[in-house]
Each structure stands twice: as structure tokens, then as C-alpha cells.
């Protein structure tokens, strides 16, 4: 079977809106995932038992279980307890939830990566705890650790087809779809592989270039 340019050209108009929800569910997914992560990585942190090893739980067992398992949980027995979501919320919260563990894991690393001086001479200035955090830690922790957090957006780009597991249409399901409808898999398959590797290439070189900034301006 040959490369048919002319249906290759066709499917752009109709894998573009697909594209287009892949990158929606992307932002939406790391927003959470950014904002869960640094929540969860302060309460591992804590010294608080309370706080500290309920955050531990759960940062474990998201980690140790299928994102598509939870995706399969979130969809099916949300709405057994009257919870409602639309399935691309429920795929951004499940990419979210699932990457907001891994991020954890490396904000606490940037965190615990802060010379122990710089705690010891916020006390010295008489910093409360949360301009130590504002001012001081988080500054150099997310420095540090951009472009780990960056490497995991291209993963969970990556992994956004196992949305369609619940009844997402992104990209790949499209593809999938245009290739029943003709028996012609290689150009719909081609393209979605040609769209990611681009996407995955261009993301890494802007993650690149952030690193770079940010060293410079962590050392000036």
C-alpha cells in the first residue's frame, strides 16, 4: 500500500479540531498537575502528621496504579456519587491528578535542593514562613526544577490518546476513525505520529531555552 498524498492532505481539516482538544487537555492537565503538585510536595513537607502522611498516600498510590486505571475510575464512579463531568474534564483532571504526583516528587526535590543558609538567613531577617516560602525557597526550588516539570508536559502530551478510553475524541481517536471510515490506516496514523514528534521536538527546544534563562537568571 502506497502513501496516498492527496488523502493525507484531506485529513489535515479533520485531525486539526482533534489536535486542538489534545493541546486543550495538555494545559489543562499540567495547570492542575503544576498547582497540585507544589500543594502536595509543602504537605509532604510538613510537620504536621496529619497533613503530611495523607499526602504521602496518596502521592504513592496515584503512582503506583495506570493512568488509564484512574482515568476508567474517574469516569465510571464519579457519577455513582453524583459528581458529573464532562468527559474532556474528567481527562484533564485525570492527567492532572496523576502528573501533580510526579511533579511532587520533583518540586520536593527542588525544595530540599535550598542550601540550608538561605532558611537560616530568612529566620535572620525575621521573614515570616510564608515570605520565606514566597521569597526565598520557591524562587531557587522551581529554578531548579523547570525542566524536569517541562520533560513531564511532553509526557503527559504523549499520553493524552488513552483519553480517548473514555470517550474523549483527541487526535489519535480521530486518526482511528478516518481509518475505519476508508480501510486506509497508514496516512491518518502517519500524520498523528508526524504531529507528535514535531509538537514533542518543538516543546523540548522551548524547554531548552527556559532552562537556560532560568540558570542565568538563578546565577546572577
Avoid at 103 to 132: D, H, K, M
Avoid at 205 to 219: F, G, Q, S
Amino acid at each position: 500500500m502506497s502513501f496516498d498524498w492527496s488523502y493525507a492532505a484531506a485529513l489535515v481539516p479533520v485531525l486539526a479540531p482533534a489536535l486542538w482538544v489534545t493541546v486543550q487537555a495538555t494545559l489543562a492537565g499540567m495547570a492542575i498537575a503544576l498547582v497540585l503538585g507544589l500543594a502536595l510536595a509543602v504537605a509532604r513537607r510538613s510537620g504536621n502528621g496529619l497533613v503530611r502522611r495523607p499526602a504521602a498516600v496518596f502521592v504513592e498510590f496515584v503512582r503506583g496504579t495506570p493512568l488509564l486505571v484512574q482515568l476508567y475510575v474517574l469516569f465510571f464512579v464519579l457519577p455513582e456519587v453524583g459528581i458529573a463531568l464532562s468527559p474532556f474534564a474528567t481527562g484533564a483532571i485525570g492527567l492532572g491528578l496523576h502528573y501533580a504526583t510526579y511533579c511532587a516528587e520533583v518540586y520536593r526535590a527542588g525544595i530540599e535542593g535550598v542550601p540550608r543558609g538561605q532558611w537560616e538567613a530568612a529566620a535572620a531577617l525575621n521573614f515570616s514562613r510564608v515570605q520565606t516560602w514566597r521569597r526565598i525557597v520557591l524562587p531557587q526550588a522551581i529554578a531548579r526544577v523547570a525542566p524536569a516539570l517541562g520533560n513531564y508536559m511532553v509526557a503527559m502530551f504523549k499520553d493524552t490518546p488513552l483519553l480517548s478510553a473514555i470517550t474523549v475524541v483527541e487526535l489519535l481517536q480521530t486518526a482511528k476513525m478516518a481509518g475505519s471510515e476508508t480501510f486506509r490506516y497508514i496516512e491518518p496514523m502517519t500524520l498523528v505520529g508526524v504531529v507528535f514528534l514535531a509538537l514533542s521536538l518543538v516543546s523540548a527546544a522551548a524547554i531548552r531555552v527556559l532552562e537556560a534563562r532560568l540558570a542565568r537568571a538563578l546565577h546572577a
